[in-house]
């Protein structure tokens, strides 16, 4: 079967061919790390895990370039304002933004590039856009002439018919003359001794931020790739922008498939930094609430449809990930009964018919909510099966392989991760309490650092012993 994905370059639901036959060369915008990332970021970031993760069940190869937006206007303001270098300023939300990725269960993409890692490829593609007529200076910056690209608007589909001001708010429109105001900055002058600033042939400046993801996906997946995604408001003038620098720069299409995740809502307005009605992972991990929770609630909804943020949701899907989780520690603890015929026969039918129906669902264009639909049918029918008539060794293999395949493009089950589950750790430090009681000091010290290696503290208090997550 073949996966279908709705390409916001053509408006269609298309059979998904990526250019070269068993590899996929994707590139999905990242955070730009001025602050801590909040939810609704991370609703983009866990579709683009599991698009990932659903092209290497599909068999796929992958190189998946994830970049790091590192300079910008906010970056540059905040760090000015606290007089410290931007490296400075950023490092600390780097750390913090990959402990909330990792702890959200994504997996790193092979690439994860930092744009002031990148500004010779950005000075490469803009002087090359100068060359060709496609880019001009004026005031000592530079900017893109869009009236040399009249592909323009493609992805978009916005009509530019009399004057809109085509940048955005991080690239500055007004301050210097343009000859169109639709044009926006590739370079932005940086007088001498400002910083920070870079030194081009067409003078020292930093530059804007579209130009970053055009320079960063080109140099790891090559003028031509698969698949460009992001969140529905990177549409324009974000990726309008970037294949116009592209595509003006070598002459060829940039990306063959452009794919947009739409807004986490809360109250029914979008989630942001700039109107302050967001919750970051950590505001609800302090409220108590779990990794998979908060994933499970972020990629139920799929990704074309806007989702609204409640805490009933939220609570909901404690205690979803709670059953699944349940689901699966109790087949794999199950003692098996012999083969048993006609139960046998239904739970390895229904275990097949779930994992057609998953693949169905998210060949679908990521049904994410047809594909867990199908997960939740195998489980309440497994249940009854196990609960009237058991599950034998092949059963139970059948089930807990069907689990680890949907796991590996959902990550909800929570081993994903390694994280050990609540209930584990509680047995682990049962256990070792007992050890000590027995004077087994071997086993007690070899529990304690194991539970140290998965990031478990424990704590002797008045109250006995106490534990967290480091
Ligand atoms: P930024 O860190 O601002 O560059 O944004 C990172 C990503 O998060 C981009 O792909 C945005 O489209 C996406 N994003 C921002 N707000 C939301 C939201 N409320 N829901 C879903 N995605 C969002
Ligand atoms: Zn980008």
Redesign the pocket.
């Known amino acids: 079967m073949m996966l279908k994905l709705f390409n916001t370059l053509t408006r269609q639901l298309e059979e998904f061919v990526p250019l070269e036959d068993g590899k996929v060369r994707m ?1 999905i ?2 955070p730009t790390v001025w602050n801590f990332a909040h939810i609704g970021n991370f609703r983009t970031f866990i579709f683009g895990d599991v698009l990932r993760r659903y092209l290497k069940y599909k068999g796929y190869s992958l190189t998946h370039v994830f ?1 790091l ?1 590192d300079i910008d206007d906010r970056i540059i303001n905040e760090s000015a304002a606290r007089n410290i270098s931007i490296d400075e300023f950023t490092a600390p939300y780097i750390t913090y933004f990959w402990e909330d990725f990792d702890a959200l269960g994504n997996e790193r993409p092979e690439v994860t590039p930092r744009a002031t890692e990148h500004i010779a490829e950005m000075i490469d593609i803009i002087a090359k856009l100068i060359e060709n007529g496609h880019a001009y200076e004026s005031d000592g910056s530079i900017y893109y002439r869009i009236a040399a690209f009249p592909e323009y608007g493609k992805l978009s589909k916005i009509s530019f018919e009399g004057n809109i001001a085509g940048g955005s708010d991080r690239v500055d429109t007004d301050k210097y003359e343009k000859e169109d105001a639709r044009d926006f900055a590739l370079w932005k002058l940086v007088g001498e001794g400002e910083n920070p600033g870079w030194d081009a042939p067409f003078g020292r400046g930093r530059p804007g ?2 130009i ?2 055009s320079a ?2 080109m140099k790891y997946l090559g003028e031509t790739f698969d698949l460009h995604a ?1 969140g529905m408001d ?1 549409q324009f003038p ?2 309008e922008n ?1 294949i116009a620098q592209s595509e003006g720069a070598t002459g060829k299409l940039f990306s063959k498939y452009w794919v947009h995740s739409e807004f986490l809502k809360i109250d029914d307005v979008t989630m942001s930094k700039s109107k302050g009605n967001f919750f970051t992972f950590r505001d609800l991990r302090e409220q108590g609430y779990s990794p998979l929770a908060i994933r499970y609630l972020l990629l139920s909804v799929p990704y074309r449809k806007q989702l609204n943020f409640t805490f009933e949701g939220l609570k909901a899907a404690e205690s979803t990930t709670e059953r699944l989780r349940n689901f699966s520690a109790l087949v794999r603890e199950a003692a098996p009964v012999q083969s048993n015929g006609d139960a046998e026969t239904s739970a390895r039918a229904c275990v097949a018919q779930a994992l057609e129906k998953f693949e169905t669902a998210m060949d679908d264009d990521l049904n994410t909510a047809a594909a867990l639909a199908a997960i939740h049918d195998m489980v309440r029918e497994v249940n009854t099966i196990l609960a009237a008539n058991g599950l034998s060794e092949e059963d139970k293999a059948a089930v807990l392989d069907a689990v680890e395949k949907f796991d590996s493009v959902l990550g909800i089950f929570g081993k994903e991760s390694g994280e050990l589950l609540d209930e584990a750790v509680e047995a682990l430090i049962a256990e070792r309490q007992d050890a000590r009681r027995h004077r087994n000091f071997a086993r007690s010290d070899e529990i304690r650092d194991e539970l140290a290696a998965k990031g478990i503290i424990l704590e002797d208090t008045k109250d006995g012993m106490r534990w967290r997550r480091k």
């Open positions: 590139y915008c990242g970049n937006t931020w579209h970053e993801c960063m996906s992001g990177l974000h990726h970037e």
